[in-house]
Nanobody
Framework: QVQVVESGGGLVQAGGSLRLSCVASGTIYSINGMGWYRQAPGKQRELVAA???????SYTDSVKDRFALSRDNAKNTVHLEMNTLKAEDTAVYYCNVQGARTRWGYPARDYWGQGTQVTVSS
């Protein structure tokens, strides 16, 4: 089993910064990718940023040049540096662990954290 725990959300004024962190723990053989999604009230969950092992980092257009994703493969962690925050960034942010295997040859599956609230006041 894999556990996903997020931290770092909170309340910040527009123009400010926050850093979200996510760690995957438990029985982990390999992880294909990690990233962050967000869901604002009344809206669908959307991809914010994600990175796959050996692949590029992808960002949704609205956060490019403001957010930066970093991943530590050895520690199964991913961080999201969020700068120049805007009111429209307000949402619950969810960490996604994509394609995790608990043992070699076992099926890969995705895991989600419980979410962390980010509120940007204008």
């Amino acid at each position: 089993q894999v556990q996903v725990v997020e931290s770092g959300g909170g309340l910040v004024q527009a123009g400010g910064s926050l850093r979200l962190s996510c760690v995957a723990s438990g029985t982990i053989y390999s992880i294909n990718g990690m990233g962050w999604y967000r869901q604002a009230p009344g809206k669908q969950r959307e991809l914010v940023a994600a990175i796959t092992t050996g692949g590029p980092t992808s960002y949704t257009d609205s956060v490019k040049d403001r957010f930066a994703l970093s991943r530590d493969n050895a520690k199964n962690t991913v961080h999201l540096e969020m700068n120049t925050l805007k009111a429209e960034d307000t949402a619950v942010y969810y960490c996604n662990v994509q394609g995790a295997r608990t043992r070699w040859g076992y099926p890969a599956r995705d895991y989600w954290g419980q979410g962390t609230q980010v509120t940007v006041s204008s």
